[in-house]
């Protein structure tokens, strides 16, 4: 089945991206640590291309005009989309709407924050959307960390606030109330607070480093900071 995947990136500019995490690392080093997420995540889509060449590749930035902080970061496999919107909701949507546009295909969308998230979770992704009309990927702190529908919704993003615990409840009643039928993929967890980034250490020592899941880059970066 086609289908279109985009991943939501803030520019890696110092002082500007991973905030949270200033609490324990300087503004370079959080610039640098995102760095290493998005080419984990970049190198596990390219894999996952090389099986489904009819999957659609997407990077959506901010702010605009950054472009070029992410040359050395993409491939080929990759289109850029330039944010748009005044909140998070509006942006996803638009990054969402432009893939649709684009690729006239299911659209996925998710954060460059997850550089652990699985080949067999992201996969599952689209292959959900093929009996469903949405993909949810629950997080750990009660919001989600994946998105997937046949076609954009702009109601699924008509919230007030988002990064809180209500913005998956609030999700699942708009596409209850328009009787949308979802797949859920496995809860997972995205790497934005310093008690996150100690759980993402410890799956780095766990996990096989010979697999093509492995996120060689970011265990670099982390070994040198903590």
């Known amino acids: 089945m086609k289908a279109a995947f985009v991943i939501m990136s803030r520019a890696p500019i110092a002082g500007e991206t991973k905030t949270r995490l200033q609490s324990h690392l300087s503004p370079v080093q959080c ?3 995102h760095k290493a997420f998005l080419k984990d995540i970049i190198n596990k889509f390219s894999v996952i291309k090389k099986k489904y060449s009819n999957l659609d590749l997407y ?15 993409l491939n080929d496999d ?27 295909a299911p659209v996925i969308i998710t954060g460059s924050d997850l550089p652990s998230l699985p080949i067999s979770i992201i996969t599952e992704s689209f292959a959900g959307l093929k009996e469903r009309d949405l993909v949810i990927g629950p997080s750990l702190d009660g919001g989600y960390y994946l998105l997937g529908m046949k076609k954009p919704h702009l109601f699924l993003f008509d919230q007030e606030k988002w990064g809180n615990e209500s913005v998956l409840e609030k999700t699942l009643k708009a596409a209850s109330k328009h009787e949308l039928k979802s797949h859920f993929l496995p809860e997972w967890y995205d790497v934005d607070t310093f008690n996150e980034l100690l759980i993402f250490r410890e799956y780095l020592k766990t996990t096989d480093k010979e697999n093509c899941d492995y996120p060689l880059e970011s265990k670099k970066i982390i070994d040198n900071l903590l």
């Open 31 to 33: 610039a640098e640590l």
């Open 59 to 73: 990077l959506s930035i901010t702010p605009p005009g950054s472009e070029n902080l992410f040359e050395e970061l």
């Open 78 to 104: 990759f289109k850029i989309i330039i944010q748009r919107g005044k909140d998070l909701g509006k942006k996803m949507y638009n990054s969402l709407f432009d893939a649709y546009n684009q690729s006239n």
